[in-house]
């Protein structure tokens, strides 16, 4: 049985690989250690969850309740700080086409808090991406996306110009599982509660120069 008081995190770069665990409250922590050349090696994030950490949630009742539900279980995640864009993946155990899914990755910037939604059900099961605007949600066909259902992952590629083009950015996933009569399963793989977190900062790498005449 896994030790639901610890979770690691990985943070990888060409310069340096970096280790954390997190303490008893299960939440990713700041990472400390040797610097990584800023904006010059794409660095990557991992996140190692497990099965059985679902909560579930309804519209009709307060707070969360503990769940086993395998079709809503994050068991892995990825956020990779590309040289153009942010590449996402979540690594489920059970993934299925049914009911509503919403698969949610928040990137914040030293400027904004950024909040996607990429959203599967019957009629686009592939899939149809999102950015939430004072609480809108606005089609994002910039948002690359992928859902495979057979090898239970879904990817998502972020391009930074679609956030602004920041020097760094922290991440938080999270999917949510609607069955349809007002109740959902929600699973992260930052966390072992129903609230996920935001990753330690990564640098982005640093845009081309302009060209010039």
Do not use: C
């Amino acid at each position: 049985m896994k030790n639901v008081a610890k979770r690691s995190i990985i943070i990888a770069a060409t310069a340096a690989a970096l280790v954390a665990t997190t303490g008893g409250a299960g939440v990713a922590g700041q990472v400390t250690g040797p610097e990584v050349s800023p904006r010059s090696a794409e660095q990557a994030i991992l996140l190692h969850d497990g099965a059985g950490d679902v909560w579930t949630y309804s519209d009709t009742t307060i707070g969360s309740t503990h769940a086993m539900r395998a079709d809503a279980d994050v068991l892995r995640g990825r956020v990779v700080a590309g040289t153009h864009a942010l590449r996402i993946r979540m690594t489920y155990d059970d993934l299925r086409l049914q009911a509503t899914q919403w698969y949610r990755v928040t990137v914040r910037t030293p400027d904004a808090t950024i909040p996607f939604v990429l959203e599967a059900k019957k009629g686009h099961w592939h899939g149809i991406a999102y950015l939430v605007e004072a609480g809108e949600w606005v089609a994002a066909p910039t948002v690359g996306h992928h859902i495979d259902y057979a090898g239970e992952v879904v990817t998502l590629r972020i391009p930074y110009v679609a956030l602004g083009s920041p020097a760094s950015v922290q991440v938080r996933l999270r999917s949510d599982l609607g069955v349809g009569d007002g109740t959902f399963f929600t699973d992260n793989p930052m966390t072992h509660g129903p609230r996920s977190a935001f990753t330690a900062p990564l640098t982005l790498p640093a845009p081309p120069p302009p060209p010039t005449s």
